[in-house]
């Protein structure tokens, strides 16, 4: 079974910390995503990886940044946190490689509150 | 235009009914496409895909592809209570730079009552 594992369920971080959500997966996937996730807006991207160092911009990625130093790992980085990017953080891998007509396999997701 | 629209719902069936969830997309090149289906409080979880024209089934779940009209559909036959969630549609481009990213829908709301 592909194992996917963010690093907190439930985070509660202040306005302007800087905050790392961490996110770890067990079957060597090139590509890996991060979403975000809010009542009425659906899921929508913020940025995605298909190697080692490699990034991409999804459709918010403003306020964020990611880190990719390891294949198994893929970081998201909040570089001064604001109220509105409290939301439901969600963590997906690409399941069978980059062919592109794979499923994605999400993790358990990050609850992250900033106040 | 959004890539992938869903019927917003939400859903109301009674136990043992069929449900019939909707998804449109923009994009005729789109290759592949996925159910998930959502808990409240959980991530999605993939309980469909289609890749060619036609019919999926897979236990109680049919997914239907018609690449015409550019529209996926999800049959639930024999609805239980604990298929209540929100099912969403996801739309892979599979080319270019897009290669892998699916394109989310914003959900169905579906509730099965007793």
């Known amino acids: 079974d592909v194992k996917v594992t963010q690093s907190s369920r439930y985070l509660v971080k202040r306005t302007g910390e800087k905050v790392f959500l961490e996110c770890v997966q067990d079957?060597?996937?090139?590509?890996m995503f991060w979403y975000r996730q809010d009542p009425g807006l659906g899921l929508r991207l913020i940025y995605f990886?298909?190697?080692?160092?490699?990034?991409e911009k999804g459709d918010i990625p403003e306020g964020y940044s990611v880190s990719r130093e390891k294949k198994e790992r893929f970081s998201l980085i909040l570089e001064s946190a604001s109220t509105n990017q409290t939301s439901m953080y969600l963590c997906?891998?690409?399941?069978?490689?980059?062919?592109?007509?794979?499923?994605?396999?999400f993790g358990d997701g990050t609850r992250l509150s900033i106040l | 235009q959004k890539e992938v629209e869903q019927n917003s719902g939400p859903l109301s069936v009674p136990e043992g009914a069929i449900a019939s969830l909707n998804c449109t997309y923009s994009d005729r090149g789109s290759q592949s496409f996925f159910w998930y289906r959502q808990y409240s409080g959980k991530s999605p979880e993939l309980i469909m895909f289609?890749?060619?024209?036609g019919d999926k089934e897979d236990g109680r779940f049919t997914a239907q592809l018609n690449k015409a009209s550019q529209y996926v559909s999800l049959l639930i036959r024999d609805s239980q209570p604990s298929d209540s969630a929100t099912y969403l549609c996801?739309?892979?481009?599979?080319?270019?730079?897009?290669?892998?990213?699916?394109?989310f829908g914003r959900g169905t709301q579906l509730t099965v009552w007793p």
């Open positions: 996801a739309v892979n481009k599979n080319r270019g730079s897009t290669l892998g990213r699916l394109y």
């Open positions: 990886s298909y190697d080692v160092k490699m990034k």
């Open positions: 997906a891998t690409l399941v069978g490689g980059a062919e592109g007509n794979q499923p994605q396999h």
């Open positions: 289609i890749y060619s024209n």
């Open positions: 079957m060597d996937h090139e590509n």
